[in-house]
């Protein structure tokens, strides 16, 4: 079965550094989005992306972030200088255009601790 | 603008007893719902989506939700429940197709043997 793939699993990077989080999204997928989770709190709605823009965004999604499908099959998320209060686990998901067909499939998501 | 309320931190239920996680919701228009479910270090899992039709809905690993619109919940069930059922669950909630979800806070269930 088709899966979202998400690497790294654990990122460690210090305050003010830059870190790009990557996705491969589900091959006939056409929409993708980044979700957060502070641990210990809901998963919450960064961006998302179709037709190479961004179609919403979030007002955490502020100017340290981006995203960017830099080929056919990756999809990345950057944090230009990184802040102790973006440690959290960074899921990636995507879906299709299909009717019948709306839900978003997660990868396993990346770990991003802030030192 | 969309909300989801999951009003129990925790559920703890007996092996072999139904188990019932709820949830409830606000939206403008016609809500899409989804059921996630999360295991210890991974990422979330689809379990089900109510988006129209049969008020209930069947899903992976035996559970099944009931949309009620007039209660605007979508509570998730299982007639008998399993150790390995254990997990955060997630509900959420979206307007369109495409839109993002908007999740629940989750509710950790605890299947005791």
């Known amino acids: 079965e088709p899966e979202v793939t998400q690497t790294p699993s654990h990122q460690v990077t210090q305050m003010g550094q830059e870190v790009i989080l990557r996705c491969v999204p589900i091959s006939n997928h056409l929409y993708f989005y980044w979700y957060r989770q502070i641990l210990g709190q809901k998963v919450e709605f960064l961006v998302s992306f179709y037709n190479n823009e961004i179609s919403e965004k979030s007002e955490i999604f502020d100017d340290q972030f981006s995203v960017e499908r830099p080929d056919g099959s990756n999809f990345t998320l950057k944090i230009r200088s990184t802040k102790l209060e973006d440690s959290a686990m960074y899921f990636c998901?995507?879906?299709?255009?299909?009717?019948?067909?709306?839900?978003?499939?997660f990868g396993p998501g990346t770990r991003l601790t802030v030192t | 603008a969309q909300s989801v309320a999951q009003p129990e931190d925790q559920v703890n239920v007996a092996e072999g007893n139904p188990l019932t996680v709820k949830c409830t919701y606000s939206v403008s228009g016609n809500p899409y719902l989804f059921w996630y479910v999360q295991y210890p270090n991974r990422g979330l899992q689809f379990l089900l989506k109510?988006?129209?039709?049969?008020?209930l809905v069947k899903g992976s690993y035996g559970f099944e939700a009931e949309f009620n619109k007039s209660q605007t919940s979508f509570h998730l069930k299982k007639p008998s429940a399993l150790v390995s059922d254990s997990a955060l669950y997630f509900c959420?909630?979206?307007?369109?197709?495409?839109?993002?979800?908007?999740f629940g806070k989750g509710t950790r269930l605890s299947v005791i043997a």
């Open positions: 959420a909630v979206r307007d369109s197709g495409n839109t993002p979800l908007v």
């Open positions: 109510y988006i129209t039709g049969d008020n």
């Open positions: 998901a995507s879906s299709d255009l299909g009717a019948t067909t709306y839900e978003q499939y």
